[in-house]
């Protein structure tokens, strides 16, 4: 049983893609840990591809969200702007 167990693990480790969670409407890129990990407390962090805004419209967007109550420090709220602005820009 436990051998059963522990090659089922493995089998699923193999199959996991790249990327350790659902969220396919975000990119790649720098900061998107970080911002799964702060921005999906409340809703989808997936929401935030419906937006295309510059550096300065993140900034604001992800202050009005630590308004909100987002957990997360200064230090990273500035990461999740700058992935934000890299990952979604102005169409
Ligand atoms: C503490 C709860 C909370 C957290 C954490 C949070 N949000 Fe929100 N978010 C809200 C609420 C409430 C709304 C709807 C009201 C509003 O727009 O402020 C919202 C709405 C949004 C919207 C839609 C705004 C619009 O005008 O259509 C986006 C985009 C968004 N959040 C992005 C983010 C991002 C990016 C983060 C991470 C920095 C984040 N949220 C973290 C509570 C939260």
């Given at each position: 049983m436990?051998?059963?167990?522990?090659?089922?693990?493995?089998?699923?480790?193999?199959?996991?893609?790249a990327?350790?969670?659902?969220?396919?409407?975000?990119?790649?890129?720098?900061?998107?840990?970080?911002?799964?990990?702060?921005?999906?407390?409340?809703?989808?962090?997936?929401?935030?591809?419906?937006?295309?805004?510059?550096?300065?419209?993140?900034?604001?967007?992800?202050?009005?969200?630590?308004?909100?109550?987002?957990?997360g420090?200064?230090?990273?709220?500035?990461?999740?702007?700058?992935?934000?602005a890299?990952?979604?820009?102005?169409k």
């Amino acid at each position: 049983m436990k051998l059963v167990l522990v090659s089922a693990l493995s089998l699923m480790t193999m199959a996991a893609p790249a990327l350790a969670d659902d969220f396919k409407l975000l990119p790649d890129g720098p900061g998107r840990d970080v911002m799964v990990r702060v921005c999906a407390q409340c809703h989808s962090p997936e929401i935030a591809a419906q937006q295309s805004l510059d550096a300065a419209g993140w900034k604001a967007l992800v202050d009005q969200m630590a308004n909100n109550g987002a957990n997360g420090t200064d230090a990273e709220f500035d990461t999740i702007a700058k992935y934000l602005a890299g990952a979604f820009p102005p169409k």
